[in-house]
């Protein structure tokens, strides 16, 4: 579907438009979409529910593959590739920061060249390649693990460093895939729903409440069964299932494609050249005369221009200030540009939630991994899979916020939403800082038990006390999660120009990828400065020495710093459409 085609296509249905009587028809076409071949598509006929439940279980099965790598990677390297707990969890969170700070270049090449669908299915291939490799590289570090075992000799118990490097290279170009498929998949999802038309309106915003329950699903079967099977039976088997299910979500997706809207660009302008030239524009007229402001406001006088960032409606004059040189900038691009920097405040204050976030997969798990985790005499909870907690804690509240709180409120607010992205966001932020506290004392009284029954020494003896200790700070980290994550999604993803949503996505997941670098920055540093003099560092491999409730109380002020932040700035924020608040 080339651009000029698609132009036609859209001319011609304004013409039909026009020409025919029936106003139903009209009303049931859907502006500046097309279905799979180029033509005009109508709302009764593509997208909706229809098209998203495709989607959805391609969603959840990128979920499964992702978190059967992510949710035991800690495990992974501190056992079979024998690493230490410090450097295990550096490595886990610079990775995961890689995976959320990719999608802006897989935004990129969608929004500029290829186009969502073909993104996905490009980035599909990567991902299964990456996770075809790193189910061989399991396989191979096994069998050195097991002729180790079989002749006693030391030298070969550590893996050989090219199963380590193919190990890292695995995971990184499945993070490539990654990359490409995420922010696609999520604002294609958005894509099938039309934002003009209020019941689909309303329909999109309970459909990323109810994305995210999918997902969580999806997550919860791989924390339950993969991890098992990884932790038990075998890591090869546990990469190798992922892997098996990606393979079958694309074939559902490719199912899927005569169902869907295909959004196309109103011009053949590349979005991201388009914002560029603002910028730069705007600083080349920076120093303008007064004589050029005139022509600046009779610019703005056409189409309205918002108050903030005044600074760039600079890039609608020429360079001499006395034109306004239509060739280069629009005021459709300067409102564009400013309501991305209009991102920036929230994007940074956000920044403390995903530093919390990224504890879950890290600490939280080693710290469950010293307690009592027998559910029944045979049978022990794996470490990894205490993050079901946080699932049932999303898979309860979805519900209950999306058929209970979002109707009550929206009658005490009379607002489509019932409480607006904003607030909901910082909402989740609140429980994100109290999980953090909750986390702490948690830690403190394990410690107590510790140093009690004399295990202080004896980091490999089972603490004893319950693995439900931990579950209060699981159940937080999951209502904030479909607080905090939900609507950064949704916000990022309605606020920003529609041929840049993919962009928008990815940078909701860049959040949470420069949290993991924040976090492997944190932890770097303070166990640097907690190790010296013939002191145990606050992430000791002896986490009975270790003081993870310092670490804890630490995130905790930040998030409480952040969040009075927060508070001030999405204060100050105009929302880019009425429809939305």
Request: net charge positive; charged share 15%; aromatic share 12%.
């Given at each position: 579907?080339?651009?000029?085609?698609?132009?036609?296509?859209?001319?011609?249905?304004?013409?039909?438009?026009?020409?025919?009587?029936?106003?139903?028809?009209?009303?049931?076409?859907?502006?500046?979409?097309?279905?799979?071949?180029?033509?005009?598509?109508?709302?009764?006929?593509?997208?909706?529910?229809?098209?998203?439940?495709?989607?959805?279980?391609?969603?959840?099965?990128?979920?499964?593959?992702?978190?059967?790598i992510s949710s035991s990677l800690v495990t992974y390297l501190t056992g079979p590739l024998g690493q230490s707990t410090a450097s295990a969890a550096a490595n886990v969170n610079t990775w995961s920061g890689t995976v959320a700070m990719l999608p802006l270049l897989g935004a990129f090449v969608a929004d500029s060249f290829l186009g969502r669908y073909r993104t996905i299915v490009a980035a599909a291939l990567i991902y299964i390649l990456g996770l075809g490799l790193l189910t061989l590289a399991a396989k191979l570090t096994s069998a050195n693990l097991h002729d180790c075992q079989s002749t006693k000799d030391v030298s070969l118990c550590a893996p050989p460093r090219f199963l380590v490097a193919l190990f890292f290279f695995s995971i990184y170009l499945a993070a490539i895939g990654q990359g490409g498929y995420k922010p696609c998949v999520q604002a294609f999802e958005g894509d099938q729903f039309d934002g003009q038309d209020p019941k689909e309106s309303?329909?999109?915003?309970?459909?990323?409440?109810?994305?995210?329950?999918?997902?969580?699903?999806?997550?919860?079967?791989?924390?339950?069964?993969?991890?098992?099977?990884?932790?038990?039976?075998?890591?090869?088997?546990?990469?190798?299932?992922?892997?098996?299910?990606?393979?079958?979500?694309?074939?559902?997706?490719?199912?899927?494609?005569?169902?869907?809207?295909?959004?196309?660009?109103?011009?053949?302008?590349?979005?991201?050249?388009?914002?560029?030239?603002?910028?730069?524009?705007?600083?080349?007229?920076?120093?303008?005369?007064?004589?050029?402001?005139?022509?600046?406001?009779?610019?703005?006088?056409?189409?309205?221009?918002?108050?903030?960032?005044?600074?760039?409606?600079?890039?609608?004059?020429?360079?001499?200030?006395?034109?306004?040189?239509?060739?280069?900038?629009?005021?459709?691009?300067?409102?564009?540009?400013?309501?991305?920097?209009?991102?920036?405040?929230?994007?940074?204050?956000?920044?403390?939630?995903?530093?919390?976030?990224?504890?879950?997969?890290?600490?939280?798990?080693?710290?469950?991994?010293?307690?009592?985790?027998?559910?029944?005499?045979?049978?022990?909870?794996?470490?990894?899979?205490?993050?079901?907690?946080?699932?049932?804690?999303?898979?309860?509240?979805?519900?209950?916020?999306?058929?209970?709180?979002?109707?009550?409120?929206?009658?005490?607010?009379?607002?489509?939403?019932?409480?607006?992205?904003?607030?909901?966001?910082?909402?989740?932020?609140?429980?994100?800082?109290?999980?953090?506290?909750?986390?702490?004392?948690?830690?403190?009284?394990?410690?107590?038990?510790?140093?009690?029954?004399?295990?202080?020494?004896?980091?490999?003896?089972?603490?004893?006390?319950?693995?439900?200790?931990?579950?209060?700070?699981?159940?937080?980290?999951?209502?904030?999660?479909?607080?905090?994550?939900?609507?950064?999604?949704?916000?990022?993803?309605?606020?920003?120009?529609?041929?840049?949503?993919?962009?928008?996505?990815?940078?909701?997941?860049?959040?949470?990828?420069?949290?993991?670098?924040?976090?492997?920055?944190?932890?770097?540093?303070?166990?640097?400065?907690?190790?010296?003099?013939?002191?145990?560092?606050?992430?000791?491999?002896?986490?009975?020495?270790?003081?993870?409730?310092?670490?804890?109380?630490?995130?905790?002020?930040?998030?409480?710093?952040?969040?009075?932040?927060?508070?001030?700035?999405?204060?100050?924020?105009?929302?880019?459409?009425?429809?939305?608040?």
């Open positions: 579907m080339t651009i000029s085609h698609l132009s036609n296509v859209s001319s011609g249905t304004e013409r039909s438009s026009a020409a025919t009587p029936l106003i139903q028809a009209a009303d049931d076409s859907v502006n500046g979409a097309v279905d799979y071949n180029g033509n005009p598509v109508h709302r009764s006929t593509s997208g909706g529910w229809r098209s998203a439940f495709f989607i959805i279980a391609v969603e959840v099965a990128e979920r499964f593959a992702y978190h059967g309303k329909a999109k915003s309970s459909f990323f409440n109810w994305w995210y329950f999918a997902i969580s699903v999806g997550i919860r079967v791989t924390l339950i069964v993969v991890v098992y099977i990884q932790e038990n039976l075998s890591w090869a088997l546990g990469f190798g299932i992922p892997c098996i299910v990606l393979v079958a979500s694309l074939l559902v997706f490719l199912l899927g494609s005569r169902t869907y809207r295909y959004n196309f660009k109103e011009n053949n302008k590349n979005p991201f050249i388009r914002i560029g030239r603002v910028i730069v524009r705007a600083i080349r007229n920076r120093h303008n005369t007064p004589s050029a402001i005139p022509s600046e406001e009779d610019a703005c006088q056409r189409r309205q221009c918002s108050e903030q960032f005044k600074f760039l409606n600079k890039a609608l004059l020429a360079q001499d200030g006395s034109q306004i040189d239509q060739n280069l900038c629009s005021v459709k691009d300067v409102e564009d540009t400013k309501a991305l920097l209009k991102l920036v405040p929230i994007w940074i204050t956000s920044l403390a939630y995903a530093v919390v976030f990224a504890q879950t997969t890290t600490f939280f798990t080693k710290q469950g991994a010293t307690l009592d985790r027998k559910i029944v005499s045979s049978f022990r909870l794996p470490a990894a899979t205490l993050q079901t907690f946080i699932g049932f804690a999303i898979m309860i509240f979805i519900p209950v916020y999306d058929r209970i709180i979002v109707p009550i409120s929206r009658r005490l607010t009379r607002k489509s939403l019932g409480i607006t992205m904003l607030q909901r966001i910082g909402t989740g932020m609140f429980f994100s800082m109290i999980s953090m506290v909750t986390a702490a004392l948690v830690e403190m009284k394990r410690l107590e038990t510790a140093k009690d029954h004399g295990l202080v020494d004896l980091p490999k003896v089972t603490v004893p006390m319950s693995i439900w200790w931990l579950a209060p700070q699981y159940i937080l980290c999951g209502v904030a999660d479909v607080l905090t994550i939900v609507g950064l999604q949704e916000f990022c993803y309605d606020q920003v120009p529609k041929e840049l949503r993919s962009l928008g996505i990815s940078i909701y997941l860049s959040i949470f990828g420069i949290g993991s670098f924040l976090s492997t920055f944190l932890i770097s540093t303070i166990n640097k400065e907690t190790s010296g003099d013939g002191q145990e560092s606050w992430f000791a491999n002896n986490l009975n020495r270790a003081h993870l409730d310092y670490f804890y109380w630490l995130l905790a002020g930040l998030s409480a710093l952040g969040f009075i932040v927060y508070l001030y700035f999405a204060r100050l924020y105009i929302y880019n459409r009425e429809s939305i608040i």
